[in-house]
């Protein structure tokens, strides 16, 4: 199983010729740390549309929603766990590439104990 962590914003130039290969099985992509794609900077319309985008190029891979475990170095990207379940994971899950959540990263989540209550959304 090959895996590739990207950017948001389709496509990454760093990985976009190795994800064009096919033989990535799974696509973790980051929607924050970037205001063009993050829930809290550009709305479920701007997830959306980026995810869209990634489900549609390569739809025989599983995508994960990474999310930030924490509002770390004064950005606030950490999506509400209830913005997450009303909203932004009803979205998703309705696509096919849908494959989970991943966190960044295991520290702030140690703190925040915010994947307690992802797992069960996820």
């Known amino acids: 199983m090959l895996t590739a962590t990207v950017r948001c914003s389709y496509p990454d130039p760093r ?20 205001p063009r794609c993050s829930y809290n900077h550009a709305g479920l319309a701007g997830v959306m549309a980026q ?6 190029r ?3 891979s599983r995508i994960f929603l990474g999310l930030a475990a924490a509002n ?3 950005k606030n990207d950490m999506v509400g766990v209830g913005e997450l379940r009303r909203k932004l994971l009803p979205a998703v899950q309705k696509t096919e590439s849908y ?3 991943t966190l960044w ?4 989540d140690s703190l925040t ?9 996820a």
């Open 58 to 60: 390569y739809p025989n």
């Open 99 to 101: 494959a989970g959540v």
């Open 113 to 121: 104990h915010y994947g307690r209550y992802v797992k069960h959304l």
């Open 15 to 34: 990985m976009k010729k190795a994800l064009d290969t096919k033989l990535f099985t799974q696509i973790h992509v980051r929607f924050y740390d970037d």
């Open 105 to 108: 990263n295991s520290y702030y």
């Open 72 to 74: 770390v170095t004064g």
């Open 51 to 56: 995810w869209n985008r990634w489900s549609a």
